[in-house]
C-alpha cells in the first residue's frame, strides 16, 4: 500500500487538468481574486515594506513579480508575496485545515509559473491541487498539531506549496515525494508568532520553502522521500495525529469547496455572529436592551475584549462588532477598525450590552444570538460552514474586492482571473 506522501504526490503530478471538477475551479478562482485583493491592500503594511526592501536590496534574477512593485528570484518573490498577502488576515481560511490555505500556495505557484513561463490553465491547476494537498494535511497533522503551538499555514501550507510547485515544473510522483520529503525538514510556523510581524511572515516561509524544495528536486538533490510521516519524520515529531481521514476521497471529493472566505475584516471566531445579526438588522439601537451571544469556548480568549480603545482591539471583540452592526458600520471595511470609534459614547453604549456566554454545545464555526428589544426577542444563528452556493460567493467576494481596491481594480482582477490571463498578466496587477 503507498504511504501518505505518496499518494498525495501521485495525486499531484499524475490528476489530468480535465479531471479537475468545474466547481472546484470555480472556487479556487474566487480565492485568485480574493487572495490578490487581500494582497494588493496590504501591500504598504510595514511588514509589506520591510520584505519588499530586502528582496530588492539583494537583487537577483528578475523572475517573479512583488507586490507592491520590483522582480525578485522566484522562491524571493514567494517569500515576499506569501507574507504580504496575509498581512492583513483578510485571506481565506479552511477550518478543517485550521490556516489559511491560498497565502502559502498560490504566491509558490505564482513565481514558478512566472519564472517557466506556464499559462492560466496549469497556473490556476496547480493552485487548486496546492491547496487541496495544503488542507489535506492540515487535517492529517489534526488539531494536536495546531493546539500543540504550530501554525498550520505555515506548516502543512509548505506542503502544499511544494507540490503545486512541483507539478507545474514537470516532475514524477517519485520527485515529487522526494521534495515533499524535503520540505518536511524546512516547513515551520508558531503560533507565538501571533500578533507580531511573525504571523504573516509563517505564510510566507511556506511558500518559499515550497519553491525551494521542489527546485532542489529539480537539480538532482535527495533527501528523505518519506520523512513527512516517517519516524522520526515531520508528523511524528510535530505532535501530528496521522488523521487517516485525511485522504478519504482524495480526486474526487474537493475539501477546496468548504473554504472560508472572510466577508468582515476582523477575526474569523467574530464572522458567525456578524453574520447571524445580519439577519436581524437593521435594529434601533435605542430599541435595544440585550444581546446574548453563545459561542464555542475557545473563542472566549480569543475574541472576546470586552472593551477595546483601539481599532486592533476591536477586531477581536464581540460586542464592538456587533454594535458596529448595528450603529451602520460596514464591518468589511477595514478603514472602520480605528481608534477613533472605540471613544465614540453611543457605540460604548451599545457594546455595554452585548454579553457573550461560552457554550460547548455550540460548533467552533457557528455562533448563536439572542437579541431582546423593546418589541420582543428576537434569536438568530450562523454556522461558517454552511453551504454556500457559488453565485451568492461570488458576490460576497466581489463587494469585498471592490471595498478593498475600487471597482476598477478589482474589475481588472476578476478579468485576469476569469478571462485566464497569464500569470504575467495577472501577477502585473500587483505591482
Known amino acids: 500500500m503507498q504511504s501518505f506522501s505518496q499518494q498525495l504526490s501521485a495525486f499531484a503530478c499524475q490528476t489530468a487538468s480535465s479531471d479537475l471538477p468545474e466547481a472546484a475551479l470555480s472556487v479556487m478562482q474566487l480565492s485568485l481574486i480574493d487572495w490578490a485583493a487581500c494582497a494588493i491592500a496590504g501591500r504598504d503594511e510595514p511588514v509589506a515594506q520591510i520584505l519588499r526592501a530586502q528582496a530588492i536590496e539583494e537583487a537577483g534574477a528578475a523572475q517573479a513579480t512583488l507586490v507592491g512593485g520590483g522582480m525578485a528570484p522566484a522562491r524571493m518573490a514567494a517569500l515576499v508575496n506569501g507574507t504580504i498577502s496575509h498581512a492583513l488576515d483578510y485571506d481565506d481560511t479552511h477550518f478543517a485545515h485550521i490556516g489559511h490555505p491560498s497565502v502559502a500556495v498560490i504566491p509558490a505557484a505564482l513565481a514558478v509559473a512566472q519564472k517557466i513561463g506556464a499559462d492560466a490553465a496549469a497556473f490556476q491547476a496547480a493552485c487548486l491541487i496546492g491547496v487541496e494537498v495544503a488542507v489535506r494535511v492540515g487535517v492529517w497533522l489534526g488539531r494536536d498539531h495546531y493546539q500543540g503551538g504550530f501554525h498550520q499555514t505555515g506548516t502543512a501550507g509548505a506542503f502544499g506549496a511544494t507540490v503545486a510547485a512541483a507539478r507545474l515544473m514537470g516532475l514524477s510522483a517519485a520527485q515529487c515525494q522526494m521534495a515533499l520529503g524535503l520540505v518536511a525538514t524546512r516547513a515551520s510556523g508558531l503560533k507565538s508568532q501571533f500578533g507580531t510581524m511573525g504571523k504573516p511572515y509563517n505564510a510566507g516561509l511556506a511558500a518559499s520553502n515550497g519553491v525551494e524544495a521542489a527546485e532542489l528536486v529539480a537539480r538532482g538533490f535527495i533527501a528523505n522521500p518519506d520523512a513527512l510521516e516517517a519516524a522520526q519524520g515531520f508528523g511524528p515529531t510535530h505532535m501530528g495525529q496521522g488523521d487517516p481521514l485525511a485522504l478519504a476521497g482524495l480526486g474526487e471529493a474537493w475539501l477546496l469547496e468548504t473554504v472560508s472566505h472572510k466577508f468582515h475584516a476582523c477575526c474569523h471566531g467574530l464572522h458567525a455572529a456578524l453574520e447571524a445579526m445580519n439577519d436581524l438588522l437593521p435594529l434601533r439601537p435605542e430599541d435595544l436592551r440585550a444581546i446574548e451571544v453563545r459561542t464555542h469556548p475557545r473563542w472566549m480568549s480569543v475574541c472576546n475584549q470586552s472593551a477595546p480603545m483601539t481599532g486592533l482591539g476591536a477586531k477581536f471583540s464581540y460586542g464592538t462588532v456587533l454594535a458596529m452592526s448595528v450603529l451602520g458600520h460596514d464591518t468589511a ?70 471595498s478593498l481596491l475600487g471597482r476598477d481594480t478589482a474589475g481588472a482582477a476578476v478579468l485576469a482571473v476569469e478571462g485566464a490571463g497569464s500569470p504575467a498578466e495577472f501577477a502585473a496587477l500587483l505591482a
Do not use: F
Open 333 to 402: 471595511r477595514l478603514d472602520n477598525y480605528r481608534d477613533s470609534l472605540c471613544v465614540d459614547p453611543a457605540l460604548q453604549a451599545l457594546r455595554a450590552r452585548v454579553h457573550v456566554v461560552a457554550d460547548d454545545r455550540v460548533s467552533e464555526t457557528a455562533t448563536r444570538l439572542k437579541v431582546q428589544t423593546r418589541q420582543g426577542i428576537y434569536e438568530a444563528a450562523h454556522d461558517l460552514i454552511a453551504p454556500m452556493d457559488l453565485p451568492q460567493r461570488k458576490a460576497k467576494i466581489l463587494r469585498k474586492a471592490e
